[in-house]
């Protein structure tokens, strides 16, 4: 009940604030430019995924932390009323990342319906494909907060690793990657490989999205240890539970800290 | 009846609060005064469960609050430095805070009338004074009218005419058998409100005890005298 009126607020605030649908209206025009210009088959869902591999981490995350330190007063206001801190924590969180989700969503979704895109025979991939936007945009901003308050009387710094966080996730790490098959190439690195993947949410998220469209040979070395080692259905359903045990880390992390702060 | 067993506060390896025990009577005015950093808002805070102490208790009517939250409906609390929502107006703030608890009855509309806020309700937070910033946080701590205030330095940034209108409210609550506890860097105010003295020097009591007997004790007229007094032998 409280919490429903702290994320009334946050979203009336939000809207006020506009830039959501700056963010949305992002999704809009890159998915209606890529159906219009590669058709409305596998090629557009496949960049549509690349493109939200790349920007739902880094809008999460930056934002995330970026909105804990815009709602400092409103948090400080908060803790003096009578209420649980969890409910605090769910509001505040609930109040950035249901809006972000629902940008994301209706952004890429609409251009496929006045397209037609939605009602074909693609509508399991691309309902996978917003489900893991969903999942990625709930992780990030989670990473977000975790950050946020992690630093949270040092804006410079927590901004600064949602950045570093962001790059080292989205692009060092594939490269790393490469690296160790590079160097470690005579060995037997399958597994180890296939361990480095899974403790990357964006790599699981790539990985689950190729995996979907079988295409080998976009799938890069993790993605192909993956496919051989399990299969494309347990390949599947091992990376989406990767996934969401990955969800659970940074929102577990936050609550804790959140709870034992001092404000 | 706030009371304090034993409260530890570390930040990092500073001690903020050390081994702090501290009984505020109920239906009375409790001022605490110290020196800059002595530790006065960190207690207050602890109180309200703003700042997790380290170790300790604290009850309040005898029970235990540490980790809770309920007990926070019986507190009205109005902050050093008031920040709220900067794009939410006066009005906006109000009604926000009565939806969280729930359409509490409240009396803000006679605090308003009373603090002069009348012409501030339309404006956003962020437009406003300090001193109407200060006037809205005194009318958020009491609207709901609760059992215990909290002030820290309420009249830090008020005028001379809405700080004798706070402490004329304030001594109205005190008839009212409320229990107030506040914090100030001036002697005049804690003499006119306040019954108890508690004095706080690095996270520990120096003194605590009836306004009287300590003016006794010093034989000094003034508070100020005492305090400062006080606060000499302390550093010598």
């Known amino acids: 009940m409280k919490a429903l009126t702290i994320l009334n607020y946050q979203w009336k605030d939000l809207i006020r604030g506009k830039w959501i649908f700056g963010y949305a209206l992002i999704y809009l025009l890159i998915t209606d430019a890529l159906i219009r210009f590669g058709g409305a088959g596998p090629k557009a869902l496949l960049s549509i995924s690349n493109v939200m591999l790349l920007l739902i981490p880094l809008v999460g995350m930056i934002y995330g932390a970026l909105y804990l330190y815009q709602s400092r007063e409103f948090t400080e206001l908060l803790l003096a009323q009578p209420l649980d801190r969890k409910t605090l924590f769910w509001g505040l969180y609930g109040g950035l990342a249901v809006p972000l989700s629902a940008a994301f969503i209706l952004g890429t979704l609409l251009p496929m319906l006045y397209n037609g895109m939605f009602?074909?025979?693609?509508i399991a991939s691309i309902l996978l494909l917003l489900g893991l936007g969903l999942v990625l945009t709930l992780l990030f901003t989670g990473i977000g907060f975790w950050l946020g308050l992690a630093f949270f009387e040092d804006r410079i710094k927590g901004l600064g690793f949602a950045l570093v966080g962001w790059l080292f996730l989205a692009i060092l790490y594939d490269g790393l990657v490469l690296l160790t098959i590079f160097v470690l190439g005579d060995y037997p690195i399958e597994k180890p490989m296939l361990a480095l993947t899974m403790l990357n949410p964006i790599d699981l998220a790539r990985i689950t999205v190729l995996l979907e469209f079988d295409i080998?040979?976009?799938m890069g070395y993790t993605g192909a240890v993956f496919n051989r080692f399990f299969g494309n259905f347990y390949g599947m359903i091992t990376?989406?539970?990767?996934?969401?045990?990955?969800?659970?880390?940074?929102?577990?992390?936050?609550?804790k800290r959140f709870r034992k702060m001092d404000f | 009846m706030i009371e304090l067993k034993g409260l530890k506060k570390n930040f990092g390896r500073l001690t903020v609060l050390d081994d702090l025990d501290l009984e505020i009577p109920s239906g009375q005015a409790t001022g605490i005064v110290g020196p800059n950093g002595s530790g006065k808002t960190t207690t207050i805070k602890s109180i309200l469960g703003l700042v997790k102490p380290t170790e300790g208790e604290i009850r309040i009517d005898g029970e235990l609050v540490n980790n809770r939250w309920e007990y926070r409906e019986k507190i009205g609390y109005m902050p050093q430095v008031a920040r709220y929502p900067e794009n939410m107006t006066v009005e906006e703030l109000f009604r926000f805070i009565k939806n969280i608890r729930g359409d509490q009855p409240s009396n803000e509309e006679e605090?308003?009338?009373?603090?002069?806020?009348?012409?501030e309700l339309?404006?956003?937070m962020r437009t406003l004074s300090g001193g109407?910033?200060?006037k809205v946080g005194a009318v958020l701590s009491m609207m709901f009218n609760p059992d215990i205030l909290i002030f820290d330095e309420p009249t830090a940034g008020l005028d001379p005419r809405s700080s004798v209108q706070f402490k004329k409210k304030v001594r109205e609550l005190k008839d009212q058998g409320k229990t107030i506890m506040l914090t100030t860097h001036i002697m005049s105010e804690i003499e006119e409100l306040a019954d108890h003295l508690i004095f706080i020097v690095e996270g520990k009591i120096k003194y605590h005890g009836p306004m009287d007997e300590l003016l006794n004790e010093h034989k000094e007229q003034r508070l100020e005298g005492a305090v400062a007094k006080m606060m000499e032998e302390e550093a010598a």
């Open chain 2, 132 to 134: 109407n910033r200060q």
């Open chain 1, 216 to 218: 080998s040979a976009l």
């Open chain 2, 122 to 124: 339309k404006k956003r």
């Open chain 1, 119 to 122: 009602f074909g025979e693609q």
């Open chain 1, 239 to 255: 990376a989406v539970t990767s996934m969401l045990i990955w969800l659970a880390l940074p929102l577990y992390g936050a609550t």
């Open chain 2, 111 to 119: 605090l308003i009338k009373h603090f002069g806020l009348e012409s």
